[in-house]
């Protein structure tokens, strides 16, 4: 079975740093990273990230207000 991946880019806790030691960031979990976040997540704990949160979602939540 092929697993889909968390594409860190879609998630609202996502930033770029701009260090180029370490371009990836996540602000849920507060730490910068080589690599994509949920990657860094998987290789860890072996587990997907759980707190990922689709940014579209958060733009609808504003616009019903």
Known sequence: MKRSRIDC??????????E????HGC??????SKQFPAI??????????LLY???KNRNVLKKAK
């Open 27 to 32: 602000k849920a979990m507060g730490f910068k």
């Open 20 to 23: 180029k030691n370490f371009p």
């Open 9 to 18: 880019h879609k998630c609202k806790y996502y930033y770029v740093t701009w």
């Open 53 to 55: 949160r689709d940014k």
């Open 40 to 49: 860094s997540v998987f290789v860890s704990s072996n587990q997907d990230c």
